[in-house]
């Protein structure tokens, strides 16, 4: 069955830096564009980033842009998120999430990541 | 880069249907017809349960459904489960390859 496993989630302090990964099992990871989907302590979800099928094209939000880079490697089937100068704010657990369509049809079980202090 | 509005909390008895809304703008669910409905149960990964405003997935119940109007999207849940108690988000398509999320809505089965 499709699956998305996210690793890396770390307790770090302000302004280091983090990258997490996203393993696909189950479908043809190289024929789908990705997301990155975060969830604040207490809050809702929130959409991050988005990369394309063959990694050419990226897209993100204005609350991380310039800070988060997507990457990809589709001879491994996994997917990163680059994750430079964090904040407190930054404090969530991390999805990634497969584009069906317009919306997100599998989704992994989340990584936590703490910026504090 | 605002969120849609949702009620934060919904209730309902076994069997009855509830209704959760979610509110954009013209630059989103009203633009669009790229709405898209998720429950997400604790310690588990998010579910799509509607798609493109309307489409149900294959395995998702009937007792789901969704509408749009103006800037307004609604999800439907009709013959309530206790399985059903779980948070659901809206979400929607937004110009220049970007989405925007909901804030949320707390379903509570009595």
């Known amino acids: 069955q499709e699956q998305l496993v996210e690793s890396g989630g770390a307790v770090v302090q302000p302004e280091e830096s983090l990258k997490l990964s996203c393993t696909a099992s189950?479908?043809?990871?190289?024929?789908?564009?990705i997301h990155w989907v975060r969830q604040a302590p207490g809050k809702g979800l929130e959409w991050v980033a988005l990369?394309?099928?063959?990694?050419?094209?990226?897209y993100y939000a204005d609350s991380v842009k310039g800070r988060f880079t997507m990457s990809r490697d589709n001879s491994k089937s996994t997917l990163y998120l680059q994750m430079n100068s964090l904040k407190p704010e930054d404090t969530a657990v991390y999805y990634c999430a497969k584009r069906f369509g317009v919306a997100f049809d599998v989704w992994g079980q989340g990584t936590r990541v703490t910026v504090s202090s | 880069q605002s969120a849609l509005t949702q009620p934060a909390s919904v209730s309902g008895s076994p069997g009855q249907s509830v209704t959760i809304s979610c509110t954009g703008s013209s630059s989103d669910v009203g633009d669009y017809n790229y709405v898209s409905w998720y429950a997400h149960h604790p310690d588990k990964a998010p579910k799509l349960i509607i798609s493109?405003?309307?489409t149900r997935p294959s395995g998702v119940s009937a007792r789901f459904s969704g509408s749009k109007s103006g800037n307004t999207a609604t999800l439907t849940i009709s013959g309530l489960q206790a399985a059903d108690e779980a948070d659901y988000y809206c979400s929607s398509y937004r110009t220049n390859n970007t989405w925007v999320f909901g804030g949320g809505t707390k379903l509570t089965v009595l």
């Open positions: 990369i394309s099928y063959d990694g050419n094209k990226k």
């Open positions: 189950g479908f043809i990871f190289s024929y789908y564009s």
């Open positions: 493109d405003v309307t």
